[in-house]
């Protein structure tokens, strides 16, 4: 799989990274290098087995449904670039 | 001392000591946890050109080895009472800035403690500092640091400066060269082994859910593990057995007991199978390798161990599979920096722009080549003939374990494809690096226990390192198999040469 500029720019969107125009064939080369390597994957046949999602338990352990944490709203904002009243301050949302 | 051998070491007797002998010796009093720290101390200040650590916490440690004599005194020592470590800066230290080795992180203050670094507080550990990673623990050459590159104490005879590996680079270059006793390191796809095989010291890797992931900065959830970066196999059961235990708060951690994995080490393996994975002899391997793992395969047959030779099919996907499965968990858990709650900022016209901002210049290359690759493979169109197609390779990979590990005990494999390769002659491309990684990603892919020891010297005089890889949830079994390849190997640690 072969990747163009516009899905270097789209991925890179999606990514909520920001590719200088003069750094995207550099970083088109690199993902297709890697991507070339990746595709070795499609020499396996998975016919019938299961997307392994992760080791160990499958099954989520519970809970009782009670409030056990929280009531430091000093500590979340201690590391808060801006914050105001009581929340984290950022750079308004253009619709 | 040849200065040919070591690059920057230290100088004094008392930091000689493994661990379990230093536990000795502060139990009967020989000397004090804060005589054991100062000498630590000093030793950071005579090796502080490795820039193995991001941070150091002397007077912290001071506090803390003081506080250590007085529990010894009164007979209430932990399990590691006094004992001055190291703590990979990916482990959030309450009060103690954490930076995942990464500029976006630079002025970040935990203001909670991570369970395994809690852990080994309630141990009575002493904090020496948060040593040198690469960047979100991406990387085998400890190159991608915001932090600089860590050099390891060991050079070769032609005198270059050469990387300790990776991630865990800072980690297992104080701990070889005698800046710390023990560290703490995480392993995602051979970021405990790879570093210890490199700077000739042990790393172990646990059982996927062993130690618990809270307050780890995350990269790969269902890949990471915390894990002990030590001089001895003795001194890894005795660190790990306090880092261990299931964790309410991280919803992946076992519910298992540990065991006292340091009485594991019977130094017997008569009747043990230990099985040799065919596909881990690599066209064009090392020769001086695979003659270290005929030599180990030898070593435990002559303790009485039955050699096995066995299949793992799937080898040769477990990198490709890993380079899916690792960047896109990556892109996911590396979302959440975006300049709004904690971290750098760099601003924008609007929210999207701060996003991108900060984040192309907080993000190192690697971090955002990887999360470029993460996002690709997750998004609509390729996620199943990508990510989806991993995870059952994944599957094929665990069940090659399973179905050996029905027919031996444990398994011996190398650890590293080379020694410790010269920090200006780094591959210049990714994918080359990514080849580090190649008998250590099968292990993680399945979850499964893993350890280095290092067991020899190359003809260039570079440690290498051999790996045993158990069942899950039998660390045992790779420690008492561990303890037995290490007292055949007889290898000597820098510190002692």
């Not at chain 1, 993902?31 to 994957?41: A, V």
């Not at chain 2, 020496?128 to 085998?140: P, Y």
């Not at chain 2, 701990?175 to 995480?186: E, K, L, N, Q, R």
Request: proline share 5%; net charge negative; hydrophobic share 40%.
């Amino acid at each position: 799989m072969s990747l163009d500029l516009e899905t270097v720019k789209r991925i890179s969107f999606l990514a909520r990274l920001k590719v200088d125009d003069a750094q995207l064939e550099n970083v088109r080369d690199d993902l297709n290098n890697i991507l070339g390597f990746i595709d070795q994957l499609n020499e396996v046949d998975t016919e019938g087995v299961e997307p392994m999602v992760g080791v160990g338990a499958q099954e989520m352990p519970m809970r009782e449904d009670r409030v056990t944490d929280g009531g430091y709203v000093e500590k979340i904002l201690a590391n808060a670039p801006e914050k105001a009243a009581n929340m984290f301050v950022v750079p308004k949302v253009v619709e | 001392m040849s200065e040919a051998l070591a690059k920057s070491i230290s100088q004094s007797e008392l930091t000689k000591l493994s661990l379990a002998q230093a536990r000795d010796g502060l139990k009967s009093g020989s000397f004090s946890s804060v005589e054991l720290t100062q000498a630590y101390i000093q030793a950071m200040d005579q090796t502080r050109e490795l820039n193995g650590y991001i941070l150091e916490t002397p007077e912290i440690a001071l506090e803390q080895a003081a506080a250590s004599d007085q529990r010894l005194k009164e007979g209430k020592a932990g399990k590691m009472e006094g004992l001055p470590i190291g703590m990979k800066d990916l482990f959030c230290t309450e009060g103690i800035c954490t930076t995942a080795g990464s500029n976006i992180l630079g002025n970040f203050v935990p203001q909670y403690e991570s369970t395994v670094s809690q852990n080994l507080a309630n141990a009575g550990t002493v904090l020496l500092g948060k040593t040198n990673m690469d960047e979100f623990a991406m990387g085998s050459a400890n190159i991608t640091s915001a932090y600089g590159n860590v050099e390891n104490p060991w050079i070769a005879t032609d005198g270059k400066p050469l990387t300790p590996g990776g991630s865990s680079g800072g980690s297992t270059a104080v701990v070889a060269a005698g800046a710390a006793i023990a560290a703490t390191g995480t392993d995602t796809g051979g970021s405990i082994r790879q570093p210890a095989a490199f700077a000739g010291v042990v790393g172990m890797k646990p059982t996927y859910g062993r130690c618990s992931r809270w307050g780890i900065v995350s990269f790969a959830s269902s890949l990471d593990q915390a894990g002990p970066i030590t001089r001895t196999v003795r001194d890894a059961a005795i660190m790990l057995e306090c880092m261990a235990g299931h964790d309410p708060k991280d919803s992946t951690s076992a519910q298992k007991e540990v065991p006292n994995f340091e009485a594991a080490l019977t130094g017997d393996i008569r009747g043990l199978k230990v099985g040799i994975p065919k596909e881990y002899r690599m066209d064009g391997m090392d020769p001086e390798i695979e003659k270290l793992w005929q030599q180990g395969a030898d070593w435990l047959k002559s303790a009485g161990a039955e050699i096995v030779d066995v299949s793992l099919p799937h080898t040769k996907y477990s990198l490709p599979t890993y380079y899916v499965l690792a960047p896109a968990e990556a892109s996911s858990n590396l979302a959440r920096y975006d300049g709004v709650r904690y971290g750098l900022r760099v601003p924008g016209k609007n929210l999207d722009e701060m996003y991108a901002n900060t984040r192309q210049q907080g993000f190192g290359e690697e971090v955002r080549r990887r999360i470029m690759i993460g996002t690709y493979v997750l998004s609509a169109g390729y996620y199943d003939a990508y990510y989806l197609k991993a995870q059952r390779v994944r599957n094929l990979i665990a069940q090659d374990f399973s179905k050996a590990f029905q027919d031996v005990d444990v398994l011996l494999t190398p650890t590293a494809p080379s020694a410790a390769f010269p920090l200006n002659e780094k591959p210049s491309d990714p994918v080359t690096m990514y080849l580090n990684d190649i008998f250590t990603v099968p292990a993680s892919l399945a979850g499964l226990p893993g350890i280095s020891v290092p067991t020899g010297l190359n003809a260039k005089g570079l440690p290498l390192g051999l790996q045993l890889i158990g069942p899950a949830f039998d660390e045992n079994v790779v420690f008492r198999t561990a303890g037995v390849l290490e007292a055949a190997a007889q290898f000597q640690p820098l510190l002692a040469r």
